[in-house]
């Protein structure tokens, strides 16, 4: 079982920050990539950012430059810095982890946390 929990999300004014974190625990051997997703009321769930066990990344196109995703040296946690928000990045943010337990492969997604940006 790989358990993924998600914090730091809240409502915060338009130009503010906030920065998420995930951790990934549970009977891992190792993960290849985890990554933060959004789901804003009444749209499908879209990739944010994506970081791999090799440190690349990856942004979708209306956050480069204001997002920044990281890891810790273990590949368990990540990071997402949001800067600049705007109140088009309201949405439930979502983190998952892609990987290999003592099972077999695994994809495992957090519960998500609330981000409002709001005046």
């Known amino acids: 079982q790989v358990q993924i929990v998600e914090s730091g999300g809240g409502l915060v004014q338009p130009g503010g920050s906030l920065r998420l974190s995930c951790a990934a625990s549970?009977?891992?051997?190792?993960?290849?990539?985890m990554g933060w997703y959004r789901q804003a009321a009444g749209k499908e769930r879209e990739l944010v950012a994506r970081?791999?066990?090799?440190?690349?990344?990856n942004y979708m196109t209306s956050v480069k430059g204001r997002f920044t995703i990281s890891r810790d040296s273990a590949m368990r946690t990540v990071y997402l810095q949001m800067n600049s928000l705007k109140p088009e990045d309201t949405a439930v943010y979502y983190c998952?982890?892609?990987?290999?337990?003592?099972?077999?492969?695994?994809?495992?997604w957090g519960q998500g946390t609330q981000v409002t940006v709001s005046s």
């Open positions: 998952n982890a892609n990987g290999r337990d003592f099972t077999g492969s695994f994809g495992s």
């Open positions: 549970g009977s891992i051997k190792w993960i290849t990539d």
């Open positions: 970081i791999l066990n090799t440190g690349t990344t």
